[in-house]
């Protein structure tokens, strides 16, 4: 179990530019989750799949972010035509729901990317 | 819908002090219960969870949380503070399995 991995860690751009982060998973996990955080406040949902279909995604999820997991294994997002208010930290995470009757689903995650729009 | 409160952003205690850390929260059916811990510029760790059984439940690194349905809470607790500890805490919760909701963090300093 080597953890969840993010990549890059660090990411500097110009604001209007176009920029691509990637979650590898756990392993044997079949949820795969993203999350926002900015300054001072704790994770915002963002959107998350089940192998690689994509179930949910939250209102915050504009039509300049888009995420991907196209074999059930990793997942990029991507944000196009980066603003300003997009600068925050990415964190992936990743999961095996269990339970016989009612599933609980603990999430382990990566160490994030933190992202600067300039 | 579900939501998280964390009372106080910041709390400080001695190194050997008890700490608490408190965390109310809103759901709609019965939730799972996470606790994280962040330290700067990392991801988040789990410390603990309620999922189902006992509600007094033990975490890594010496923390404890207990799940009380009647009070809404499930607040953190160590007997006695490390400097170590000084990190980001949160509370989470999860009504179902999928997305959790996350309280604002708590900042622990830990005096010496």
């Known amino acids: 179990d080597t953890g969840v991995s993010q990549n890059p860690r660090h990411k500097i751009t110009k604001r209007g530019q176009n920029v691509t982060f990637r979650c590898d998973p756990i392993s044997e996990h079949n949820r795969l989750y993203w999350y926002r955080q900015t300054l001072g406040q704790g994770p915002e949902f963002l959107t998350y799949f089940q192998n690689e279909a994509q179930l949910e995604k939250s209102r915050l999820l504009s039509d300049r972010f888009s995420a991907e997991r196209p074999k059930g294994s990793f997942s990029t997002l991507e944000i196009q035509r980066t603003e300003q208010g997009d600068s925050a930290m990415y964190l992936c995470?990743?999961?095996?729901?269990?339970?016989?009757?009612?599933?609980?689903?603990?999430?382990?995650f990566g160490p994030g990317t933190r992202l600067t729009v300039l | 819908a579900q939501s998280v409160t964390q009372l106080g952003s910041h709390v400080s205690v001695s190194e050997g002090a008890l700490v608490l850390l408190r965390c109310n929260y809103s759901?709609?059916?019965?939730?799972?219960l996470f606790w994280y811990v962040q330290y700067p510029n990392q991801g988040l760790q789990l410390l603990l969870k309620y999922t189902t059984g006992a509600t007094l439940v033990k975490g890594i690194n010496g923390f404890e949380a207990e799940f009380k349905k009647s009070e809404t809470s499930f607040h953190l607790t160590k007997p006695s503070a490390h400097m170590s500890d000084a990190a980001e805490y949160f509370c989470?919760?999860?009504?179902?399995?999928?997305?959790?909701?996350f309280g604002d963090g708590t900042t622990l300093t830990v005096k010496p």
């Open positions: 995470a990743s999961s095996q729901p269990t339970g016989a009757i009612r599933l609980a689903d603990t999430q382990y």
């Open positions: 759901s709609s059916v019965p939730p799972y």
């Open positions: 989470a919760v999860q009504p179902n399995a999928g997305k959790s909701t």
